[in-house]
């Protein structure tokens, strides 16, 4: 129902910043809790952070709170990423999610950052 496509990853030194963008289809953008997941190798997939439908509400995982920040802008039916002081270990695809009350059915491509020493 809807398709998801992120972009703005790449290859950092640690200490750097990444602005990812998840760019949605259709019109009902807002409909959606929105969510962002990383998959390391040889590691599950992690949760990174959520979104309400209308923005207003925001959590991150403890593992990228201060450093990461996650936003919405339902009128371009996009959602951001704001990757600050990163890390080696943030290295990982990072895939963008739509769902609702905490359950995710759909995903895009994934997008990978590596953050180098």
């Known amino acids: 129902q809807v398709q998801l496509v992120e972009s703005g990853g790449g290859l950092v030194q640690a200490g750097g910043s990444l602005r990812l963008s998840c760019a949605a289809s259709?019109?009902?953008?807002?409909?959606?809790?929105m969510g962002w997941f990383r998959q390391a190798p040889g590691k599950e997939r992690e949760f990174v952070g959520a979104?309400?439908?209308?923005?207003?509400?925001?959590y991150h995982a403890d593992s990228v709170k201060g450093r990461f920040t996650i936003s919405r802008d339902n009128a371009k039916n996009t959602m951001y990423l704001q990757m600050n002081s990163l890390k080696p270990e943030d290295t990982a695809v990072y895939y963008c999610?739509?769902?609702?009350?905490?359950?995710?059915?759909?995903w895009g491509q994934g997008t990978q950052v590596t953050v180098s020493s």
């Open positions: 999610a739509a769902g609702s009350t905490n359950k995710y059915y759909f």
């Open positions: 259709g019109r009902t953008f807002s409909s959606y809790d």
């Open positions: 979104i309400s439908r209308s923005g207003g509400s925001a």
